[in-house]
Structure formats: C-alpha cells, structure tokens
C-alpha cells in the first residue's frame, strides 16, 4: 500500500508544477510517453535490430552492420524507417480511397489507445477502470475489422485473402487468449489489472507459477494474434506477398508494420503485468517501471526467437491445434483458477 | 474523380466452367515464383488448376549453339544451370568427343565425376535452401547456402571457377586435382556430415515443417514414370533410377547405389536430396581413393603444343593448341544422358561435318518436372503450393533454356 500512496504523490506533483489536472496528464503521458508510443518507438527500433542480429547469429551471417558500426548497425531501422517515411505513398486506381488512407492511421491509433489502460509501472497507466483487463481485449479485437477494411479497400488478391485469413486467425486465437485473461481473473477475483499486479505482490507469487497452462496459452494466442512466426499465415510472404498490406507504401505501409509490433508489446506488456508480477520486486515509479520494461523486453525476445527455429504452419494446423488442443487446455486452466480462486480469497 | 475500369476489381470473383473461382496470378514479380509465372485457380482456398506459364528466361540457347564452335558451346550451355555447371556440360562433351572418336584418360574421368559430384551436393543444397525459405524457415534458407560456399570454395580450388567453371574439355579436363585438395575435402566431408545431423534436427524432424510436407503433394510411382518425372522427384516416389546407372565417366568403377523412397511426397522428395549429399559425399571420396594417375587429357589434343608452352602440363595446367577452336567432328547423331542435381539431362546432337553443331537438342530435367505442378498442387489449399514448389526443386532458367 506504500507504493499506492508514492505513485499517487508523483503525479499529484507533477500536476501541481504544471498546473493541469491529474487525469489529463495521465490520459496524454502514459499512452504517448511510456508505456505507450515513446516506449514502443524504442522498443520497435531495438526489438527489430534485435530479431535481425539474433537471426544472423543463428543462421551464421552478421545482420544489420554498416549504419551506427560501433553499435553493431544498431541503427539501421532508424535509417529505413526515415527513408521509407519520406518514401512516395502510392495510392492505386483502383482501390478504395478513403478506407485504403484511413484504415492503417485507425489500426496503429487502436493499438495506441490500449497502451493507455495496461499499467506500464506502480501507478504508470492512462485510465484505471475496475474491468481494464477487457479493455485492451477489446479494442485489440477491433483490428481484424480494420484490416478486413483494409484488404477490402486495396482490392487486390493477395490483400483480399490476407484479410480472409486475419479473420480465421483471430477467430481461433481470441477464444483462448480471453480464456486465458479470464482464467486469470477469476484466479485473483478481479478484471483490474493493477489490482491483479498487487494480488500477486502481495501473495509474493507470480502468475505464471500458479497458472502456468494460463500463461502458455497467453504467449500461444498473443504470437497468433501478432502474426509471429510460425503463425504468421496473414502476411504469409510467400502465398501472398504481404497479405492485406501488399498494396501499401510509404508511411501508411510502416504504420502497417508497426502494427503487428506495436500489437505484440501491447500483448507482452499484459503478460508481464498478469503473469509475471508486474513491478514485482519493486516499489518505486522508476524501478518499477523499468521492471515491466524489461520483463516486455525479454518476452519480445523470446517471440522473435521462433523466426530462427520454426517455419510457417498451415491455416488448417493452426485451426485445429487452437480449438481442438489448446481450448480444452484454457478449460482446464479456468480449473486451476477456480481451484486457486478459493485458497487466496478464503 | 474515381476512374472506372470494369473487370479490374481483384476482389471479383471469376467464373469458369460454371465454378466461381479466383484466377491468382503469382509472379513473375512476387517473392516466391521464381522467374516465371503461375497461374492458379482457386475455389476457396483449394486449388482446382495450376497452369504454369513458362518461358520467362527463354535464352535461345539451342539455337545460339548452333551458330557458335564446338567448344565455345560448352560455356554457353553452362548458362542452363550456373549452379551445376559440370553435370549440364558432361553428356554435350560425351557427346562430341562420340563424333569426334575420342576417349578421356581415366584420370579426367575421375576429375570430372568428382567435380560432378560436388555439383549435385552444392545443387542439392540450393535446393534445400529454397525449400526451406517456401516454408518460411529462413535458417534452412541461409544454413544451406552458407554451406553451399564450402563446396564452391572446392570447385574453386580444383577448377579456378566458383560456378561456370568449364571443366571439362573435349578428351579430359582443364586442370590437374592441386594439391591439397584431398585434405580440403576430408575437412570439408567431416563438416558437412556434422550439418546434415543438424539440418534434420532443425528442419526435416522439425514438427511445423514436417506438418507442412507430410502428406502434401503425393506422387504415385506409376504417375511418376507415366508423367515423365525425374530426379531425386522419381526416386523419391520409388522407383529405383537414376541415370549415373548407364555408367558414364567414373560411375561404373565407384560401385553406385541411388537413393531411393517410399511414399512420394513432398517430405520424402526433401529426405532424398538430404541422403543424396551422403551418398556424393561417399562418391568423392571413393574416387579420390582409387584416382589413377596418368594424362588428364587425350594425348591428340597434347601432340602438337610447342614445347615452349609443355611446362604448363607439368603444374598441372592444360594449354590447348589453337586448333582446338576449329575442331571438325564427322557427321552423325549422338543422343547422350547424364543426372544432374535436378534430374535426367539428354542431348541429342547432329553434325554435319561442320566445325559448328547442325543441331544441338537439349532436354533439361527442369522442363520434364514442370508438368508435376499442373498435377500435385490440385486438391490441396493455396498454402501448399509454395510447399510443393519448394519440394521439386524447380530451376526456371533451366526449364526455360
């Protein structure tokens, strides 16, 4: 409870220097600063090199070397990222102009807004709300709507069986990831993430302990959901190009890309939240907030991992090992809750 | 304001023969068709028709070879399929040393099949990688072609070429076995053997690729040989051939035995090029055991260098007269095979006499496999397709000639 009291004196502060209320400043800091859009910008960069370098390692190559050599090419995404940003954005004859235009700004804006609710810190968090664990559920069940627009608007083949595809992956995905968010809630009797962070602080064991079968289906869905590899059937390169994003360039094309990244850190940033305590040796806004940093960090890493041991699998595989062998799994995590559920609150 | 062009909607489903199906054009500019272009249609997402529509690296280069002599064809041929240079020239040069009556020493016989070899083992290779990248396992990808270097650092020592090494000249070979060479290669055959233990680790026992190839694009023995299938794609559905078995160069004295499967799908197609680096592997090394010594090449070709130049035979190095250039063959037909990495070649070559090919027919194992993508693809799903492509090891520019 000493950690409710600092974090709240930090932002009163904050909002007293400046003069603004409270809630404003956290409804603009957190989503745009960390955990939201400046973090993920940093993140993105250094996950990305990261990916690059851990499959060049793996795969007896160097990776990305020449921008920033001292960093070992560290740099290099940034040095796309300012090429293709400037890059002409080509917009075909024949597709649907303002849904191709606005489809990507809403996507990435979608994935933005979820990083206001998942607590990036003690205290660190835009909006709390006693059901904030089905917040950034919902609004990350929005984007395969958008993409469907998306696929629809380039009217192109290959974007149009993307987007058939992220609907079939998301049909197969989101069942076991809300089992499994659900699992967790029931585990702590609550949808308050921030109230599940300090149930496992204060039981001194985090989640992925207790509920391990939770917290795999968790990592499955959120790898399914964020196209990794060995599901990324959507942007399936080798079928269709680039799946619903093939027809998309400059800028509008690396929101597309961010997409899947911004998506995934949304994701990890959850799982480190539910499944691994959180802050959880620590109390402090700055310590605490570089916990949960890190704890993303090191997941992304294992996410991007697979890339280097696995191939893609087939839609059909992927259906079927979503709803005939990990469903009955989130049931019987939904058990483990129900049997944890009693033991913590007696 | 919108311009309207009817009949340009992706998004439009097609009709034909009365099935409402999508008309998918992958390539020739998409990531994974290789240059050409395959025309799909799908019915959902099963495919009902593959029309392969090739023809987008046609070089003319039977009818280039009839304008040029007889050994400046070889390097053009070579053109077919860079990455297996010796195998594509071998039966051309079988052949006309056939018209021109004249017969290897058994050194160059050795030299050739050992280079051969390393051929098939850097074309498997190359094969494997790109089979590997179809899937999307990008450490197969690079794995395969990063250990494809050993081998072309091999053809390199033994030749001076990393890829259109022109080897093999009418009545032997260019160069001598340099030394050393035997000691790369044992280095080179212990660290390859480690490999192929990993690349079934990673990659043909890996769960996700063998869900993606088990099953998948099934080629019965019958409709194997009914459709002219050849190479490790023949074997692989069971039947027991392989052309190295009529006995060219040093085949007949290095005891061969083809590998061979079962089922004939797409994992096995896989299995059979990864024992097949085995098998070469044992190859070079038996014919460097029992290389005899002796000329490298016939000695009609050696007896009028000028003295002046002789020393060059003595490092190893064959300086051919200048007459070489305007060989006459006598006048006749030759038809020739040999296997290279992708399958069975044929040449089939008529001269009139001339210092020029009349006719240099060439039948590569690349244009006989492609009729297997009108056949397997039909009746699996759009995400098999590049499973199966991946899986015959099909060489575009090798087809296209």
Redesign the interface.
């Known amino acids: 409870m000493e950690a409710e009291g600092e974090r709240v004196m930090v932002l009163e502060q904050l909002a007293t220097q400046t003069g603004l209320p409270e809630w404003l400043l956290r409804g603009v800091l957190a989503p745009l600063v960390y955990p939201g859009l400046g973090a993920f910008a940093a993140v993105a960069l250094f996950i990305i090199w990261a990916e690059r370098k851990i499959a060049a390692k793996v795969q007896m190559r160097v990776g990305p070397l020449y921008v920033a050599r001292r960093l070992g090419g560290a740099l290099q995404l940034l040095a796309d990222g300012i090429r293709i940003t400037f890059q002409e954005i080509i917009v075909p004859v024949t597709v649907e102009k303002k849904a191709y235009v606005a489809a990507p700004i809403f996507a990435f804006a979608i994935v933005a807004a979820s990083l206001a609710v998942i607590p990036g810190g003690p205290g660190v968090y835009g909006f709390s709300s006693s059901v904030s664990l089905l917040v950034p559920f919902a609004l990350l069940g929005l984007i395969p709507i958008v993409i469907a627009v998306m696929g629809w608007a380039s009217n192109n083949k290959f974007t149009y069986i993307g987007a058939g595809r992220e609907i079939l992956v998301t049909v197969a995905g989101e069942v076991t990831l809300l089992a499994s968010l659900l699992a967790t809630a029931m585990m702590y009797g609550s949808l308050d993430i921030n109230k599940i962070v300090t149930m496992q602080i204060r039981t001194g064991i985090p989640g992925i302990v207790v509920n391990p079968i939770a917290a795999f289906l968790f990592f499955v869905a959120a790898l399914l959901m964020t196209d990794r590899i060995p599901f990324d059937v959507v942007l399936g390169e080798q079928e269709i190009v680039q799946g619903p994003y093939t027809e998309y360039t400059g800028l509008l094309f690396v929101l597309n890309m961010a997409l899947d990244y911004g998506k995934l850190y949304a994701l990890m940033l959850l799982f480190s939240d539910l499944f691994l305590g959180g802050w959880m040796p620590f109390d402090g806004v700055l310590l605490g907030s570089l916990t949960v940093f890190i704890k993303t960090i090191v997941l992304m890493l294992i996410a991007i991992f697979l890339r280097s041991v696995y191939g893609r699998m087939r839609i059909d595989q992927i259906a079927s090992m979503f709803w005939s062998r990990l469903f009955p799994l989130a049931l019987a995590s939904l058990v483990i809750s129900a049997a944890v559920h009693v033991v913590y609150t007696p | 304001m ?2 309207k ?1 009817p009949g ?4 439009e489903v097609g009709e034909r023969e009365g099935y409402r199906i ?1 008309e ?1 054009f ?1 390539g020739p500019q ?3 068709s290789g240059h050409m272009r395959m025309i799909l249609y799908l019915d959902g ?1 099963v495919v009902v028709k593959v029309d392969p529509d090739i023809g987008y690296v046609h070089r003319t280069i039977e009818k280039l070879s009839e304008t040029r002599e007889y050994v400046r064809v070889i390097s053009l041929i070579e053109r077919m399929t860079i990455i297996d240079a010796c195998n594509v020239t071998l039966p051309y040069i079988e052949a006309v040393e056939k018209l021109l009556d004249v017969e290897p020493p058994p050194r160059a016989k050795y030299l050739r099949t050992i280079l051969c070899e390393i051929n098939r083992i850097a074309s498997h290779l190359y094969g494997l990688g790109l089979g ?12 395969a072609f ?1 250990d494809r270097e050993v081998f072309l650092h091999l053809a390199n020592m033994l030749t001076g070429a990393r890829l259109t090494h022109t080897y093999s000249v009418f009545g032997g070979v260019r160069r001598d076995l340099p030394q050393g060479f035997k000691d790369e290669f044992a280095k080179a055959k212990r660290y390859m053997l480690k490999r192929l233990k990993e690349y079934d680790k ?1 990659f043909y026992n ?1 769960p ?2 063998r ?2 190839l088990e099953n998948v694009g099934v080629l019965e023995k019958e409709q194997a040989i009914s459709l002219g299938a050849t190479g490790p794609n023949l074997r692989a559905s069971g039947v027991y051939y392989d052309a190295r078995l009529i006995g060219y160069a040093a085949y007949p004295d290095l005891d061969f035995r083809p590998v061979v499967g079962k089922h004939g799908d797409a994992l096995e197609r896989i299995w059979v090029r990864l024992r097949e680096i085995e098998v070469s592997l044992d190859l070079i090394e038996r014919a460097l055991k029992e290389l005899p010594e002796g000329p490298i090449i016939n000695e009609r070709f050696t007896k009028g260098i000028p003295p002046k130049v002789r020393h060059w035979f003595e490092k190893g190095f064959i300086k051919l007269p200048g007459g070489y250039v305007r060989l006459k063959t006598r006048a006749g037909e030759v038809i020739t095979r040999a296997e290279m990495g992708h399958g069975e070649i044929t040449y089939y070559l008529v001269s009139n006499g001339d210092i020029k090919p009349y006719r240099l027919r060439v039948v590569t194992p690349s244009a006989r496999n492609v009729i297997l993508f009108t056949v397997l693809p039909v009746g699996h ?6 499973a199966i492509y991946g899986s015959l090891d099909y060489f575009p520019p090798e087809a296209d000639r």
């Open positions: 919108a311009i062009l340009m909607y992706g998004r999508v998918l992958i998409h990531p994974a997402d590997g990248i179809f899937l999307n396992h990008s450490t197969m990808y690079m794995w990063g990673i890996n996700v690729i869900g993606r799903t759009l995400m098999d397709f590049p």
